[in-house]
Structure formats: structure tokens, C-alpha cells
């Protein structure tokens, strides 16, 4: 892709780049699914298989937790399902606060080549930032367990700006933290919400093709290049 082959040379187009997490660096499908169930057992509500929670994973843990209940009350055969969402939400958020704090990191894995690709752009000389839609205190210590977290000049999550990807706020605000112009920062992500919120921005952007996008083939989100590992950002 043609992105990629001249990060390398010493005319680099790009100073900077912005990282998703959840789907781009680690599977936390695991993670997510341990946390939910212990969530929804808690709450006596029916499992939900990780099949469907990796559809709604991708735009934070607020929609996360809402399309859950709203799954599995349809499931349960509830009536009025977003009377009943809004009153269990504040039980559902500190139980799964709880127990996502518990098990981040245990059931994920960092996707093959990641590290390989993290090290290739600093060894280019450009600045990183992770910048994902989880909440900054699930990102910060699972960076850390998963040893990410010295490559990065910034991590900002999902309550770190006012909106969330696909606005381009957080993106414009990570590229000023970054003292980096939108049009020379490469975004890299997994879904759709990054592929928008780069083209809102301005940030060029390549998506991964193993990753969350809401079930949706990837390679049918406007992008300007598709990579299999992070790894081959670096021909
Ligand atoms: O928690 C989420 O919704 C996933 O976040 P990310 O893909 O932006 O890292
Ligand atoms: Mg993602």
C-alpha cells in the first residue's frame, strides 16, 4: 500500500501517530466478556456470548454496557427495555467498573506484530499516542501489564475530551499534544469510528484487518490503506 513504503525514508510525510487499542494492539474480547458476564451475574440477568459483545465494542463503555442491556433484556423478553436500561445502568457501570479493574489485562493478548510496528514508527522518529474510546483508567494499567506503555507520549481515552471518535475532537487534541499538523499524523485503527474521526480531522489513516468493526467488513470503511499487522506499517 502506498502509505506505508516511505515512513521509512528521511522524508517521512508524517511526524506523529495516533493508535487505537481495543482491536488494534490487544484483543481484549476476552477481557470484555469476563467483565460483562461477572456484570450481568450480578445483576441476574442472562450471559451474553463474546460473539455479540465484539459487534458493540468500539464506541466506549457508556454504548457498551447499553447495548448489553438492551440485548440481553430482549433476550429475558422484558418489556419497556429502555425504562429498564437507564434504571439498571448506575448498578451495571460500578459492577462492571469493578470488575473490568479486576481482570484488565488477564484475558488479552497483544496482536502479533504490534510491537515490532510500535518500534518501527519510533525508530522513524515519529511521536506516538494511543488514543482509544475506553476509559483512560481501563487503558493506562492494561498499556502497562501488556509492557506498551514506554512507547507512548500520550495515551487519552474516552473521558479524556468532551465527544468521543468518530468526532474529530479527540483526534485534534491528541495531533496539539502531539505539537503534530492533522495532515502529517497517521492515524491507525480498527473500525469505522477511527477511519471517520481521522477523515473529520484530517488524519491520514490505515485500518487493520483483524480487528472489531461493529461485524462489519473492515475493507468497506473509507480508508486510505488496510494492513494485516501493524508490523507491515513498515514495508
Ligand atoms: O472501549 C471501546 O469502545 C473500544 O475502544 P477503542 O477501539 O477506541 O480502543
Ligand atoms: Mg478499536
Given at each position: 500500500?502506498?502509505?506505508?513504503?516511505?515512513?521509512?525514508?528521511?522524508?517521512?510525510?508524517?511526524?506523529?501517530?495516533?493508535?487505537?487499542?481495543?482491536?488494534?494492539?490487544?484483543?481484549?474480547?476476552?477481557?470484555?466478556?469476563?467483565?460483562?458476564?461477572?456484570?450481568?451475574?450480578?445483576?441476574?440477568?442472562?450471559?451474553?456470548a463474546a460473539g455479540q459483545?465484539?459487534?458493540?465494542?468500539?464506541?466506549?463503555?457508556?454504548?457498551?454496557?447499553?447495548?448489553?442491556?438492551?440485548?440481553?433484556?430482549?433476550?429475558?423478553?422484558?418489556?419497556?427495555?429502555?425504562?429498564?436500561?437507564?434504571?439498571?445502568?448506575?448498578?451495571?457501570?460500578?459492577?462492571?467498573?469493578?470488575?473490568?479493574?479486576?481482570?484488565?489485562?488477564?484475558?488479552?493478548?497483544?496482536?502479533?506484530?504490534?510491537?515490532?510496528?510500535?518500534?518501527?514508527?519510533?525508530?522513524?522518529?515519529?511521536?506516538?499516542?494511543?488514543?482509544?474510546?475506553?476509559?483512560?483508567?481501563?487503558?493506562?494499567?492494561?498499556?502497562?501489564?501488556?509492557?506498551?506503555?514506554?512507547?507512548?507520549?500520550?495515551?487519552?481515552?474516552?473521558?479524556?475530551?468532551?465527544?468521543?471518535?468518530?468526532?474529530?475532537?479527540?483526534?485534534?487534541?491528541?495531533?496539539?499534544?502531539?505539537?503534530?499538523?492533522?495532515?502529517?499524523?497517521?492515524?491507525?485503527?480498527?473500525?469505522?469510528?477511527?477511519?471517520?474521526?481521522?477523515?473529520?480531522?484530517?488524519?491520514?489513516?490505515?485500518?487493520?484487518?483483524?480487528?472489531?468493526?461493529?461485524?462489519?467488513?473492515?475493507?468497506?470503511?473509507?480508508?486510505?490503506?488496510?494492513?494485516?499487522?501493524?508490523?507491515?506499517?513498515?514495508?
Amino acid at each position: 500500500m502506498k502509505l506505508v513504503n516511505f515512513i521509512g525514508l528521511s522524508h517521512s510525510p508524517y511526524d506523529a501517530a495516533i493508535i487505537d487499542l481495543d482491536g488494534t494492539m490487544v484483543d481484549t474480547l476476552g477481557d470484555f466478556s469476563e467483565a460483562l458476564n461477572r456484570m450481568l451475574q450480578d445483576l441476574r440477568l442472562p450471559a451474553i456470548a463474546a460473539g455479540q459483545i465484539e459487534q458493540m465494542v468500539g464506541k466506549g463503555s457508556e454504548h457498551l454496557l447499553r447495548s448489553v442491556l438492551k440485548h440481553v433484556l430482549a433476550l429475558a423478553g422484558q418489556a419497556s427495555e429502555a425504562i429498564n436500561i437507564e434504571s439498571l445502568y448506575p448498578a451495571a457501570w460500578a459492577s462492571y467498573q469493578r470488575h473490568y479493574l479486576a481482570v484488565n489485562g488477564q484475558h488479552a493478548l497483544v496482536y502479533p506484530g504490534v510491537e515490532e510496528g510500535l518500534h518501527a514508527l519510533r525508530h522513524a522518529g515519529l511521536r506516538l499516542a494511543c488514543l482509544t474510546n475506553k476509559p483512560t483508567s481501563f487503558a493506562v494499567p492494561l498499556l502497562r501489564a501488556k509492557g506498551l506503555d514506554s512507547y507512548f507520549a500520550k495515551v487519552f481515552g474516552g473521558d479524556s475530551f468532551e465527544r468521543k471518535k468518530p468526532d474529530a475532537l479527540p483526534l485534534l487534541k491528541t495531533c496539539e499534544a502531539l505539537q503534530s499538523e492533522p495532515a502529517r499524523t497517521l492515524m491507525v485503527g480498527d473500525s469505522s469510528n477511527d477511519a471517520q474521526a481521522a477523515r473529520a480531522a484530517g488524519c491520514p489513516v490505515v485500518l487493520v484487518t483483524y480487528g472489531y468493526n461493529h461485524g462489519l467488513p473492515v475493507r468497506t470503511v473509507d480508508a486510505d490503506g488496510y494492513v494485516d499487522s501493524l508490523a507491515h506499517l513498515l514495508a
